[in-house]
């Protein structure tokens, strides 16, 4: 099993920037993908981000190219999405997942583990 907690959501103009960590605990040693998700109201949830721990590798959807990077701390076992330009359209909640059974690296269905989110508003 492997925890998941998210931090860092807040409220923002646009154009502004956030940070959102996700701190992983548990059994860790064999995770090699973590990515970022997130979900608006009456949507599905969407594949934001994606790291290959092991080589460093990261996917991105094509919506958030070149204004996010996703990066992790392998010392403190952290994920984190750097959001900057922030649009309306950005707001939903976030949620950090980890551990690929199979499948691509940005659907829902792949991963094994989720955090609990943490909410990101963006006013225009």
């Known amino acids: 099993q492997v925890q998941l907690v998210e931090s860092g959501g807040g409220s923002v103009q646009a154009g502004g920037s956030l940070r959102l960590s996700c701190a992983a605990s548990g059994n860790t040693h064999s995770t090699v993908y973590m990515g970022w998700f997130r979900q608006s109201p009456g949507k599905g949830r969407e594949g934001v981000a994606a790291?290959?721990?092991?080589?460093?590798?990261?996917y991105y959807a094509d919506s958030v190219k070149g204004r996010f990077t996703i990066s992790r701390d392998n010392s403190r076992n952290t994920l984190y999405l750097q959001m900057n330009s922030l649009k309306p359209e950005d707001a939903a909640m976030y949620y950090c997942?980890?551990?690929?059974?199979?499948?691509?690296?940005?659907?829902?269905?792949?991963?094994?583990?989720w955090g609990q989110g943490t909410q990101v508003t963006v006013s225009s």
């Open positions: 790291l290959n721990t092991a080589d460093g590798s990261a």
């Open positions: 997942a980890s551990d690929i059974r199979k499948g691509n690296v940005l659907t829902e269905t792949s991963y094994l583990y």
